[in-house]
């Protein structure tokens, strides 16, 4: 029985109940225009609100861009106070700056009047896409698209017995997807190189970008499983000893290893889609993307169903995985907040949440991802949960750019370009963002 059916039998949410039918004789006329990026997920989306339109009689429109220019279309929307977008899924990092300018329409009062809880959605969904200041219960958006940095593997090549034998030689150990950072290097540096079937293959595709944020969330991924953190725990905006930690200085030298050793020629500025590419064509053996590519690996004629296997972002020292997804807001320069807030209303149910998933969305929502057989829905279903368990994401702040772009340099720098040691390159990236926190007045 599909996990739709299952949550049918198990939640008992009627449309009547929720006050959605009683808008079914609203006029056609009636739009709202949903703002997102151009990605599989959007598609989804789209399939999915047309239940919204038919039970409300609202009409959705839909405007998404590539992810190359995103930030700036609808930063520089949110900016202008445009009113284009009554409702705009934005980055987890959108959100300080969003709130503290007034950009988004805080949903405290329309939660509690429609009975919608936080608690219903995964804990650092909530702190990611929704709340800010961090740690409050101030709310801003709806946890929206849960997502996750993972791994995808050549399962079909991981088991081919000549290749188990020739790792096994090798390495003294089994071929398995990599649970350490020690032995991802490994795993890559044996594919590197290699030949099969009548083709040279590489280790890894990994984010290596400059323009906008791709190399941070690539090798943030290595610095959290060496235990890399932001500041102080205790003492906000306290950067020094953590950020240039010594174990974030090994986590980086581990990021630029494995570029160094083990990636495709020519992939010195690669993001999402230059991964997805490298990994289809049959160039790599793995590749770092986030969880929303996932289905479609898995519907891939070249390298879908059981030609690859899926991993969470291996450990070193501790867990960490780099948070991706987004939340729903409704804009406040919006003329139909109003119609707004029904569709948030209607997305937060969690029949709707348990279609999202099904239709390749990722549901937030814990009846659908805690659901006794969510596991079973998808391959990398229960990775999906595991990261989302342990995520840990980029600064908030509304001078979060200022704050990436130095990360962006600086991990650039010395990742690919070669310049310099993990320490020096750390130790400046503290300095540069002490110098635009006391800017900015958080310092």
Not at 141 to 153: H, I, K, R
Not at 160 to 180: N, W, Y
Request: overall charge negative.
């Amino acid at each position: 029985m599909k996990l739709r059916q299952k949550l049918n039998a198990v939640i008992a949410v009627t449309a009547i109940g929720l006050g959605v039918s009683s808008t079914a004789a609203q006029s056609a006329e009636q739009s709202l225009t949903l703002c997102w990026a151009a990605w599989d997920p959007a598609n989804a989306l789209v399939e999915l609100s047309k239940d919204f339109t038919s039970e409300t009689g609202i009409e959705m429109n839909f405007e998404f861009v590539p992810w190359t220019s995103f930030s700036s279309r609808f930063q520089n929307e949110l900016n202008s106070r445009g009113k284009l977008c009554d409702l705009l899924i934005g980055d987890s990092q959108w959100i300080g700056g969003s709130a503290e300018n007034g950009h988004y329409m805080k949903l405290n009062d329309f939660f509690e009047k429609e009975g919608i809880s936080m608690s219903d959605f995964i804990p650092a969904t909530v702190d990611a896409y929704s709340a800010w200041p961090k740690g409050s219960d101030n709310y801003w958006a709806l946890p929206a698209m849960g997502d996750a940095l993972g791994w995808v593997y050549r399962k079909d090549w991981f088991s081919r017995k000549d290749i188990q034998s020739q790792f096994e030689k090798a390495f003294g150990r089994a071929l398995t997807p990599p649970k350490t950072w020690t032995e991802l290097k490994e795993v890559s540096s044996f594919f590197q190189g290699r030949e099969i079937d009548g083709q040279k293959v590489y280790g890894a595709a990994i984010y290596t970008e400059r323009g906008s944020e791709g190399i941070t969330m690539g090798a943030t991924s290595a610095l959290y499983a060496h235990g890399f953190q932001y500041q102080n725990p205790n003492k906000p905006y306290d950067l020094e000893g953590y950020v240039n930690s010594q174990e974030a200085a090994e986590g980086l030298k581990a990021y630029k290893e494995l570029y160094d050793c083990c990636t495709p020629p020519g992939h010195s500025n690669a993001y999402m889609v230059a991964n997805l590419d490298a990994y289809k064509s049959g160039q790599v053996a793995m590749q770092m993307n986030w969880f929303a590519f996932f289905p479609g690996i898995v519907k891939d004629p070249n390298v879908g169903g059981e030609n690859s296997g899926f991993f969470l972002n291996p450990k070193q020292t501790t867990e960490g995985s780099t948070l991706g997804g987004q939340g729903i807001s409704v804009v406040s320069y919006s003329d139909k907040k109003d119609l707004a807030l029904q569709y948030i209303k209607w997305f937060a149910q969690p029949q709707v949440q348990s279609d999202w998933w099904t239709l390749g969305g990722y549901s937030a929502h814990r009846a659908v991802v805690e659901h006794p057989d969510f596991a079973s829905t998808a391959p990398f279903a229960a990775d999906f949960v595991e990261a989302m368990s342990n995520v840990k994401d980029f600064w908030q702040e509304p001078n979060y750019a200022e704050l990436l772009q130095a990360m962006q340099k600086r991990l650039h720098d010395y990742v690919v370009a070669g310049k310099g040691t993990p320490e020096q390159a750390l130790e400046k990236l503290k300095d540069d963002w002490q110098e635009i926190l006391e800017d900015g007045g958080q310092l």
